[in-house]
């Protein structure tokens, strides 16, 4: 097992430097990040090995550890020992699902490069679907899922209506109902390599450098073992990434809720001024007048809030930090087997 000194940055590949090391491009890189699944590598491996043993071709496996806080790091070590084809990238830290994917995208050699999920909900076996239509002439083939299995009511409603307003809001045709689970071609994958926003999600992202695009569609299974690395917190963040990264449609939504607001705060000054004037001086219309100061305070603040979203999203791109920092690598520079 070969290993790297610790790096700071992204490692940029060329579309040359597999060659330049006297190997063969593999014909399959398969991208997979791990974050606390100890319980699920043993069952991995074993439909890893499977799959790749009845596919007949080159191939190689890429984890992106996000920081795992169990063994998860340790046992794909002792995995990548016994196979050369099966490489680590380890995070210094947990840096988040859509950064390990941009980090194991960044390092894939393959003429085809699948993203897929560790926890087995991504079933290995998809691929072959995948790769017919890769050879067909697709450059991108993501996996649609036509039932999800060992999930809420809740999330899969969550889920659907964010994925149509998504695609309604954001001006760039994201396959509903897909997730980061697809096949993308060389060219789609330097494409990729290319944006390098801090907020990152993936799957707009693909949407948006556009290439011949098809779907595949399966049915997803419940989790393998442990425990879903998507609670409701971190998926609210991820339906803000992706609309933010997207759409200037919230900032128009605030505009029309300015508007709103000052037609209502007109409206409460002429009805002020007739009461002033015409009226009987007694204190009528109290409740009207708190209603419309009411709506006209939450209005800017829903302003406010939206365009610190924004302002705070520049702020820290302007920045330039790395968009993830790497501990360690294994394996890498030394050719998969068949």
Not at 63 to 89: Q, T, W
Not at 103 to 114: F, I, K, M, N, Q
Request: hydrophobic share 45%; charged share 25%.
């Amino acid at each position: 097992m070969s290993e790297r000194a610790p790096v700071s940055a992204p490692v940029e590949v060329t579309q040359q430097s597999f060659e330049d090391r006297g190997a063969r491009r593999p014909t399959l890189s398969l991208v997979l990040p791990v974050f606390n699944e100890e319980e699920t590598i043993p069952e991995l491996e074993r439909r890893l090995k499977t799959f790749l043993g009845e596919l007949g071709e080159t191939a190689e496996v890429v984890f992106v550890n996000d920081g795992s806080k169990d063994r998860s790091l340790e046992m794909l070590k002792a995995l990548a020992a016994e196979n050369p084809g099966y490489r680590i990238v380890s995070f210094s830290r947990n840096f988040g699902h859509q950064l390990a994917i941009t980090a194991g995208v960044d390092r894939a050699e393959g003429e085809a490069v699948v993203v897929m999920d560790a926890d087995l909900q991504d079933p290995p076996e998809v691929v072959r679907d995948m790769l017919v239509k890769w050879r067909e002439g697709f450059d991108v083939v993501y996996g649609v899922r036509k039932q999800r299995e060992g999930e809420t009511v809740f999330k899969r409603f969550t889920a659907a209506v964010f994925y149509r307003l998504l695609r309604a809001i954001v001006g760039v045709s994201i396959p509903v109902d897909a997730g980061d689970f697809r096949l993308m071609s060389r060219k789609v994958v330097l494409a990729l390599r290319a944006l390098r926003e801090t907020h990152r999600f993936v799957r707009g992202m693909v949407a948006w450098v556009g290439f011949r695009q098809t779907a595949v569609y399966y049915e997803r299974p419940a989790r393998f073992a442990g425990e879903t690395k998507y609670p409701l917190r971190k998926m609210i963040r991820f339906a803000i990434d992706g609309i933010t990264s997207f759409s200037v449609m919230p900032l128009r939504i605030a505009t029309w809720l300015g508007t709103a607001a000052g037609f209502i705060g007109v409206g409460a000054g002429l009805w002020a001024a007739y009461e002033k004037v015409f009226g009987s001086g007694t204190v009528a219309g109290w409740t009207t007048i708190m209603i419309a100061v009411s709506l006209g305070s939450a209005a800017q603040l829903l302003m406010t809030g939206i365009l610190g979203e924004y302002v705070g999203r520049t702020y820290e791109e302007v920045k330039r930090r790395p968009l993830y920092l790497v501990s360690e690598e294994v394996n890498f520079g030394r050719p998969p087997e068949r």
